[in-house]
C-alpha cells in the first residue's frame, strides 16, 4: 500500500501563487508516475501535471507555462508550483501515485480557491 498526504492548498488573490506539497508512504519502490489531479464542483476530475520516476512531465493545456511539477524522489515528495493562478483553477486538488501494476494511489485532496 501507497499512502498520500497533502498539504499547501488555501485561498489566494488571482495572479497569485500556492506551492502544495504531497508526501508519500508505503510500499515507495512500487511507485512509477506521480501526479496532480483536481476536481471542481461539477465537474469531472482532470489530469493536471504527472511527472514520471525518471523525470519527465506531462501537463493540461490549461496549466502550461503557469504550473511547475517536480519530485524528489530521495524524500518522496512531489510537488506542485502554482502560478498565475486564475479562478478557474478553483478545486480540490489530489495528488496521485501510479505503481507498476497500474495501479492507483490517491490523497484526501487538498482545497485551492482562488478569488477574482
Known amino acids: 500500500q501507497v499512502q498520500l498526504v497533502e498539504s499547501g492548498g488555501g485561498l489566494v488573490q488571482a495572479g497569485g501563487s500556492l506551492r502544495l506539497s504531497c508526501a508519500a508512504s508505503?510500499?515507495?519502490?512500487?511507485?512509477?508516475?506521480m501526479g496532480w489531479y483536481r476536481q471542481a464542483p461539477g465537474k469531472q476530475r482532470e489530469l493536471v501535471a504527472a511527472i514520471a520516476r525518471g523525470g519527465s512531465t506531462n501537463y493540461a493545456d490549461s496549466v502550461k507555462g503557469r504550473f511547475t511539477i517536480s519530485r524528489d524522489n530521495a524524500k518522496n515528495m512531489v510537488y506542485l508550483q502554482m502560478n498565475s493562478l486564475e479562478p478557474e483553477d478553483t478545486a480540490v486538488y489530489y495528488c496521485?501515485?501510479?505503481?507498476?501494476?497500474?495501479?492507483?494511489?490517491w490523497g484526501q485532496g487538498t482545497q485551492v480557491t482562488v478569488s477574482s
Open positions: 508505503g510500499i515507495i519502490f512500487r511507485i512509477n508516475a
Open positions: 496521485n501515485a501510479l505503481d507498476y501494476s497500474r495501479h492507483d494511489y
